[in-house]
Each structure stands twice: as C-alpha cells, then as structure tokens.
C-alpha cells in the first residue's frame, strides 16, 4: 500500500537557519513525489515536483528536495528559512501511472523563532 | 494568477440537513479532486474526476455523500444528512492530466453541530 511517512509533527527553527523537513515514502512502482505547503486558513500550495532525471529539484520560494531511492525519502530544504515560511508543509506521493492520485503525509508545521 | 473558487468558506450547519460545496476548478483544467482534512486523519481523498466523469469516490460515504460535475465549470459535493462527524475543511483541486500539479481552492471549512 502507498504510503508517506513525515517523521515529524512540529519543527521550530530561527530565522536565517536551514531548515530540512523529512519525508519517506513506500511505494510498489516508480512514484511521483511532491511537497505542498499549506499556510493558515488556505489551500495547499504545490512548491516542487519530482518526476524523473535529476534528484535534486528546485521549487518555488527558495526550496528544494533531493530524492534518494535508497532510501526512500524525498526530504525538502532551504538555506535561510523566513518569517513567511511559517506553515503547514505536506509530502505527497502519486503514481507515475494510471490515476492520478496523490497520497499525503500528515504534514509538518514549521514555526520560525525571530 | 487563475484560481479554484470555493463557496461558501465557511458553513455552521445542524446535524441531519443538507450541505452542498461547490468548486469551480480553473477554466481549461481536466482533473477535479475532494479532498477532507481532519486533525484526525489528515487530507483524505473523496472523489476524483476526469472530463467531468466520476473515476474514483471509493473514499466517500456512499451513503450520506455524493460528488457531481453538472458542467466544466461546476463541481459539488454534497452530504445529506450531515452529521457531526463530517465537520472539517473540504477541499477541492484541479489540474491537467499531463502535468500532474494541482491547484487547490482555499476550501469549505463545514462545522455540523
């Protein structure tokens, strides 16, 4: 059965520090792997994709992901987190084939210390 | 920038009436999503379809839900009878088959007392 995994629930870090929000995935063939972000009252905003080629995808707002298949994980970061990043970040998986549906993780929220 | 319209944001309804969420996904988008999310559960898909067909409401309460798109420009989601147990935010997607990224409204947040 799909899966993902985001080990943590809450993450707090200073403004200006590096951030690196975990996420691990099981899944039976080649997946689609995404991270979205969520702020209060709003929808979720996707910030990167990865579909194949280069494990190191860039994505919107300074973020990027880095997939490793060995182990499993497609954990998001950035250099210099902002005030701004304060939010709700949600690892997705979906298949390469077939339907298009997205599995979510339970979501991280990220809190950033002034 | 084109965005998914949600109506209402927010619904305070007793339980055993009706509820109807409407989505209207970005003009041209092929692919509609519901989603719920709970504390409890997280983001839980509900129904999904392409070019206006149903291919998946395998996670929606047959019973008490139903999902519909009338036209391309309109999709609902309705439950009757509500129940408390039903309250959370609803949120709808759209997107295009070829290129996997969905766009989310900024979703119904439903409170059945």
């Known amino acids: 059965a799909q899966s993902v995994t985001q080990p943590d629930i809450h993450i707090t870090v200073s403004e200006g520090a590096s951030l690196e929000l975990r996420c691990n995935y099981s899944y039976g063939a080649t997946p689609y792997l995404f991270w979205y972000v969520q702020s209060p009252g709003q929808g979720l905003q996707l910030l990167l994709k990865?579909?194949?080629?280069?494990?190191l995808v860039q994505g919107i707002k300074g973020f990027e992901a880095e997939f490793k298949r060995s182990q499993s994980s497609f954990n998001l970061r950035k250099p210099s987190v902002h005030w701004s990043d304060a939010a709700e970040y949600f690892c997705?998986?979906?298949?390469?084939?077939?339907?298009?549906?997205?599995?979510f993780g339970q979501g991280t929220r990220l809190t950033i210390n002034p | 920038d084109a965005r998914v319209t949600q109506t209402p944001r927010h619904k305070v309804t007793e339980m055993g009436q009706e509820v109807t969420m409407r989505c209207q996904p970005i003009l041209g988008h092929n692919t509609v999503f519901w989603y719920r999310q709970t504390m409890m559960q997280g983001l839980e898909l509900l129904a999904y379809f392409r070019n206006r067909a149903p291919l998946d409401d395998s996670g929606m309460p047959k019973d008490r839900f139903s999902a519909e798109m009338p036209d391309a420009t309109l999709a609902t989601l309705k439950i009757q009878p509500s129940e408390p147990r039903d309250s959370a935010v609803y949120f709808c997607?759209?997107?295009?088959?070829?290129?996997?990224?969905?766009?989310f409204g900024s979703g119904t947040r439903l409170t059945v007392v």
């Open positions: 997705a998986v979906g298949p390469a084939q077939g339907a298009q549906k997205l599995v």
């Open positions: 997607a759209s997107g295009l088959r070829q290129t996997y990224g969905y766009t």
């Open positions: 990865y579909f194949s080629g280069d494990t």
